[in-house]
């Protein structure tokens, strides 16, 4: 189905989603490896690595907006997405799940309108001041910042959100100043919770971007090896491992510890921050995200 030809003719179709920076740089280098530049994403920036997309709701289809489209339609990304918060106004706000403490939206188009209106949350009845997760593009998690046990529950139900398969935005929770969206740090009892979700997050995201990497390092003839993050438990706390083996020039992903493998075959288990900190063996690798490094050499002196 072609794009409507004008804002007008679009604007019953016209929607927003939430977009996390992750995802936009596994999109964009997926979309470079295929020469297809013309189908980067259009986005607003909103807060640390939070983005609203604009898109259409075609029968069968979500189609990005381009920039084609809005050169089209002889209008701003800004003016499309308030054309498009507007086409939804009047709808009635999505019924959420309860789970406990927590509400939980299951909808795409509230996601990414509440991060433009933040008043719809304000307007909620949260008991003190709401905080926001959006761990997939279609899940939005509502809890109060005075509530410490429903800020470990919300973050236990977006461990297991993330694995859903839906397309991920972002881990990064948000609370209100006023009606400003500002980056939220979880308190101190949940942040073993956090620390879990931050590894299931980097693993998965790792897992994403692995084939993409290795197929840029082919075509580009960059002799890098790409291994990938495990994740396993230890004494009851999940923990990233990655391998890096001598010989083989490699990027690695930062991981809570790192096998290193000699020619013989002998394997040590270190910490990461032991390689991170020889002076000079750790160099970091620009523009990737989930940030990867690489070894300037073999870490011999790390063998017993």
Same mark, same amino acid.
């Given at each position: ?21 992750? +995802? ?43 920039? +084609? ?150 075509? +580009? ?20 491992? +990655? ?62």
């Amino acid at each position: 189905m072609q794009t409507p030809p004008t804002l007008e003719a679009a604007r019953s179709v016209l929607s927003v989603r939430p977009m996390g920076a992750l +995802t936009l740089q596994q999109r964009h280098l997926s979309l470079a490896l295929r020469g297809a530049f013309a189908g980067l994403d259009v986005v607003q920036p909103v807060v640390a690595d939070l983005s609203v997309g604009l898109f259409l709701d075609l029968p069968g289809l979500d189609a990005a907006v381009s920039p +084609t489209d809005l050169a089209r339609w002889g209008v701003s990304l800004p003016q499309a997405l308030n054309a498009a918060v507007a086409a939804g106004f009047g709808r009635p706000v999505p019924e959420p799940e309860r789970v406990e403490s927590v509400r939980l939206f299951r909808d795409v188009r509230f996601a990414g309108t509440a991060l433009l209106r933040p008043e719809l949350i304000r307007a909620l009845p949260i008991d003190g001041n709401p905080v926001v997760l959006i761990p997939t593009i279609g899940d939005l998690l509502v809890g109060s910042a005075d509530d410490p046990a429903g800020m470990s529950f919300m973050v236990r139900m977006a461990e297991r959100i993330v694995e859903s398969g839906n397309l991920p935005v972002s881990i990064q929770p948000l609370t209100l100043r006023g009606l400003e969206w500002t980056p939220f740090s979880w308190p101190a009892a949940t942040q073993p919770f956090a620390d879990a979700l931050r590894r299931r997050w980097d693993t998965l995201q790792y897992a994403a971007q692995q084939p993409l990497l290795r197929e840029h390092y082919e075509r +580009t003839r960059q002799d890098y090896f790409v291994p990938e993050l495990r994740l396993f438990a230890k004494d009851g706390q999940s923990v990233t491992l +990655t391998t890096l083996t001598q010989g083989v020039p490699t990027v690695l992903p930062l991981a809570d510890a790192v096998n290193l493998v000699r020619d013989g075959g002998q394997v040590a288990r270190v910490p990461m921050s032991a390689l991170l900190g020889i002076p000079g063996l750790i160099v970091p690798v620009p523009n990737t995200a989930p940030a990867r490094v690489y070894a300037t050499r073999f870490p011999l002196e790390l063998f017993g």
